[in-house]
């Protein structure tokens, strides 16, 4: 009998741990990609504060570069918590970007710094919501959970500074 109880065990075991791993793995690939992002805003946000044509546009930079960084922070902090190996740099899609913006100047910058704020802010808020519906780690769904109302305001004030860019152009 005990021999059986203990295959029980083992069948119990085997049929939950590939679930229990893939839980984890989604929720890795979340703060692995979520740490890819925040360095990137952090890294585009310093280029867009040294090349904005635009005052509004450098304190948004600058607003974005203290809000992802500290949001980062906080993912490393939690990470460290559960050996989760995240990126220490930027990936290849990110850094085309960069070196894509760091060639503009003037309002040409400011149009496609926005641009590709409202595109990443979309994208991020898509990966968060999805985070904190379904992840399975409580400490990564709440960062989720926490950061999303700073990302929706993000994207309104990328969205609003664009707009606003847009009449102005418009109207001259």
């Known amino acids: 009998m005990k021999g059986f109880s203990e295959l029980i065990v083992v069948l119990f075991t085997a049929a939950f741990l590939p ?11 979340f703060a692995a990609k979520a740490a890819q992002d925040n360095m990137a805003e952090v890294e585009l946000a310093e280029l867009a504060r040294n090349q904005a044509s635009q005052d509004p546009v450098r304190q948004y930079a600058e607003r974005l570069h203290n809000d992802h960084q500290q949001a980062n ?9 559960k050996n989760i190996n995240l990126p220490t740099s930027t990936d290849a899609k990110h850094q085309k970007e960069r070196d894509k913006l760091a060639k503009k100047q003037g309002a ?57 860019k847009a009449a102005k152009k418009a109207a001259s």
């Open 108 to 164: 040409d910058f400011d149009k496609d710094y926005l641009d590709a704020m409202i595109k990443e802010h979309k994208a991020d808020i898509k990966e968060f919501e999805k985070e904190a519906k379904n992840g399975k780690d409580p400490d990564l769904k709440a960062f989720a959970t926490q950061a999303l109302p700073t990302l929706r305001e993000h994207l309104k004030q990328a969205q609003d500074l664009h707009s606003r």
């Open 19 to 29: 679930n229990a791993q893939a839980a984890e793995s989604a929720d890795q690939k």
């Open 73 to 81: 922070e906080k993912l490393k902090s939690i990470a460290q918590q």
